[in-house]
């Protein structure tokens, strides 16, 4: 199957059931910011600029489990900030997996990951030492681990009864991949993350993970090198990928003119733009595991239009419940998921599926999943058909690897000598995206424990 039955199962049981009884409007995926700070500063996210990015401003353990009672959604993606900084991650993994039996997509830059998967290794090890020996001599023989790395392993966990980030049917890590090494690299504006994503993937997939990856697209993006990408990825496993237009929403258009002074509309898509990227989609997602809604992806093609369901996957932060949707703040902050639904007037935002308009200037280019997903997945545009569409496509066959990832060169970055940021090449460097040198090391109130 494209993917695992159970969690499919489990969706789409809670949709019928919300069907059934007539809920007007519900959530589907809670998107959890338990905190804004973040290792990185990419090009284009706003969202570690629009709110404080103190390590002090995180939501407590009980209020981030609460969301997910609160609104009951049956995924949670667990964004931020690098939600591998927050504390307590693992405490809030295992609290969503095995006590609120939820789907937890972690969406991480990667940088923490094969940390936080050696201390799950050093829990295994703890406990079956001669099971998890030859794990820990594969990872070294795959460049995945070294040996004074295998050593700390080797010493167990520090307290073995703390959650650690463990495998699991439920459990997704969602790593944040805009391209090969060389174009993702200049976006996230540091030399090595790539790399190091791909270690991260690598290991995941050794030790028995879910491995999704996330691509915004941009202006700029080449397809043929996402589709690369994609090829390359299916070569070690990855289990599915999620395709997002980038639209210059407020945060990430007001950064992009102060701090880099570019011009928002190069490097943004429009309703235009995005059609055109993406006009192959449906092709693609018989080729490889895109996640989603076959309707969500004709939407993105330009084949329909469909209606904005902000309300199916809202955000909760440390400022409480964000309207109408996880782009804006347009209209405010709500102490619960129940008044946001409430007192968001819906009709203010979207745009008019029949005549095209936008309701608010800032959704005039928002195609964007948390926008427009849930309309494809809830049937709210529906058209004969659909329903069968959808079926077909989610318990279908998981389309196998080309093959073709061997031919593509990934490492075309700063591996390749062609470095563009700190790297020895980047004042030759003449991309205007390389304009900004000025990259922060992580912060230094990181706790130890990550
Ligand atoms: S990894 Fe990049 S996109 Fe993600 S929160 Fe950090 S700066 Fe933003
Ligand atoms: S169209 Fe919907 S998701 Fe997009 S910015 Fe407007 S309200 Fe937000």
């Known amino acids: ?16 059931g919300h069907k059934l009884r007539g809920t007007d409007k519900f959530a589907t995926v809670l998107q959890l910011e338990p905190l804004h700070t973040c290792n990185l500063t990419c090009t284009g996210c706003g969202r570690i600029r629009e709110y404080s990015t103190s390590l002090k401003d995180l939501m407590s353990l009980e209020d981030c489990l609460g969301a997910a009672t609160e609104c009951g959604a049956p995924m949670v993606s667990i964004c931020g900030g690098e ?29 923490f990951m094969r940390r936080k998967m050696r201390a799950y290794l050093a829990r295994e090890f703890g406990r079956t030492p001669q099971t998890t020996e030859p794990t820990i001599a594969k990872l070294i023989a795959e460049g995945l681990m070294n040996e004074k790395e295998a050593a700390e392993v080797r010493k167990g966990p520090k307290d073995p009864s703390a959650p650690v980030m463990a495998p699991h049917p439920f459990f997704f890590w969602n790593v944040h991949l805009d391209g090969l090494e060389y174009t993702h690299d200049l976006i996230v504006e540091r030399e090595g993350v790539f790399k190091e994503a791909i270690l991260g993937m690598r290991m995941g997939k050794i030790l028995g993970y879910q491995v999704c990856t996330n691509t915004t697209v941009y202006k700029e993006t080449d397809m043929t090198e996402v589709e690369g990408m994609l090829d390359f990825l299916a070569d070690f496993g990855v289990d599915g990928h999620t395709l997002s237009p980038g639209y210059e929403y407020d945060s990430a258009k007001a950064d992009m003119i102060k701090r880099l002074n570019l011009r928002p509309e190069d490097f943004f898509l429009t309703r235009e733009g995005t059609r055109e990227k993406f006009k192959d989609l449906t092709g693609w997602s018989e080729r490889y595991a895109i996640l989603g809604t076959p309707i969500y992806h004709e939407f993105l093609e330009g084949k329909r239009e469909l209606e904005c369901s902000a309300w199916a996957i809202p955000t909760r932060n440390i400022a409480g419940w964000r309207g109408p949707c996880y782009f804006m703040a347009g209209a405010g902050h709500f102490p619960t998921y129940d008044e946001m639904l409430r007192n968001v007037d819906w009709s ?65 970055g700063v591996t390749a000598g062609k470095g563009h940021i700190t790297g020895p090449q980047a004042k030759k460097n003449s991309s205007p995206l390389a304009t900004s040198d000025v990259i922060p090391e992580p912060a230094a109130s990181i706790p130890a424990a990550v």
Do not use: H
């Not at 939600?83 to 609120?100: F, K, T, V």
């Not at 005549?355 to 545009?381: I, K, V, Y």
């Open 83 to 111: 939600p591998l900084i927050y504390p307590q991650i693992e405490a809030l993994s295992s609290g969503l997996l095995n006590d609120q039996k939820r789907v937890v997509y972690l969406c991480t830059n990667a940088m």
């Open 1 to 16: 199957m494209r993917f695992p039955f159970a969690l499919t199962a489990k969706i789409a049981k809670y949709i019928v």
């Open 348 to 412: 203010k935002f979207g745009v008019d599926k029949d005549t095209g308009e936008a309701r608010d200037p800032r959704c005039e280019n928002c195609m964007t999943q948390c926008g427009f997903e849930p309309s494809g997945a809830l049937g709210l545009n529906a058209k004969r058909g659909d329903t069968w569409k959808n079926i077909r496509y989610n318990f279908g066959p998981r389309p196998k690897p080309s093959g073709k990832g061997k031919e593509v060169n990934a490492y075309n």
